[in-house]
């Protein structure tokens, strides 16, 4: 199994982009699956089963961090991506807060960017794009040369990771994120959360780094279940 963690402000093009690198690994005879993380609303999973033919799904995150939940319902996922015997499982994340990452170790870290969000938002994103493993730009047809290398400019001094430029709408500049993907290697048990979530009060925000509910306590959810109470 291999995973893709696409994040990214709202708005930015993640399914966009996943769609089109999605079919692309279809056609090549990759075997897909893929999992919408959001936090009342979305029908994305309905697009990619239809439009693709692959198993897919959705998760509400409700009252929860979408970057939460991901950690907490991705365990199940895997399990469940195994079982369709999918190469790939997608997971797009609403990416709501912007000082959380939901990337795991061992797997595909995209942050997707739009270029028309202002010339600064690559300063404000935090660990979402310093711990990501590859910048996909977006829009890039909708703003000006300079304004564009001033976004690049910002964006590498914030992370020093490969940045791909796109017009997503129109599937333009989308074959070095499909190398990207192919490339990714499997994943190694136990999955573990990439970096120190920030502090709060849940056992993620303190610190605790590993995949699936069943290792933390307090408000905490499954793939297939509603919001529930696990104590210490």
């Known amino acids: ?40 609303y979305c029908d994305e999973d309905e697009l ?26 991705l365990g199940d996922a895997l399990a469940w991506a195994a079982r369709e015997s999918a190469e ?16 795991i170790e061992g797997g595909l870290g995209v942050i997707v960017l739009e270029a028309t969000s202002g010339m600064n938002l690559p300063r404000k994103i935090g660990a979402m794009l310093t711990l990501a493993d590859l910048a996909v730009v977006t829009k890039i047809d909708l703003v000006s040369q300079a304004e564009k ?26 074959e070095p994120v499909v190398r990207r993907i192919e490339a990714t290697p499997e994943l190694v048990e136990p999955s573990r959360l990439r970096g120190s979530p920030p502090m709060s009060v849940c056992t993620i925000c303190a610190g605790k780094k590993e995949i699936g509910w069943e290792h933390h306590y307090g408000v905490v959810r499954a793939l297939d279940s509603d919001l529930f109470y696990r104590g210490q």
Not at 52 to 64: C, E, F, N, Q, T
Request: proline residues 6%; hydrophobic residues 45%.
């Open 48 to 73: 990619f089963a239809r439009e693709l033919g692959i198993p897919a799904r959705k998760v509400y995150s409700g009252d929860l961090c979408p970057d939460h939940c991901s950690v907490l319902v």
């Open 149 to 174: 290398e001033v976004f690049r400019a910002n964006l590498l001094d914030a992370a020093d990771i490969p940045v791909i430029e796109t017009d997503a709408l129109h599937g333009i500049n989308l």
């Open 88 to 103: 790939f499982l997608l997971v797009e994340t609403a990416g709501l807060c912007l000082r959380c990452a939901p990337y």
């Open 1 to 40: 199994m291999r995973a893709v963690i696409c994040a990214g402000p709202p708005t930015s093009g993640k399914t966009t982009v996943l769609r089109h690198a999605a079919r692309k690994l279809a056609e090549r005879g990759r075997r897909l699956a893929y999992l919408k993380i959001d936090v009342q």
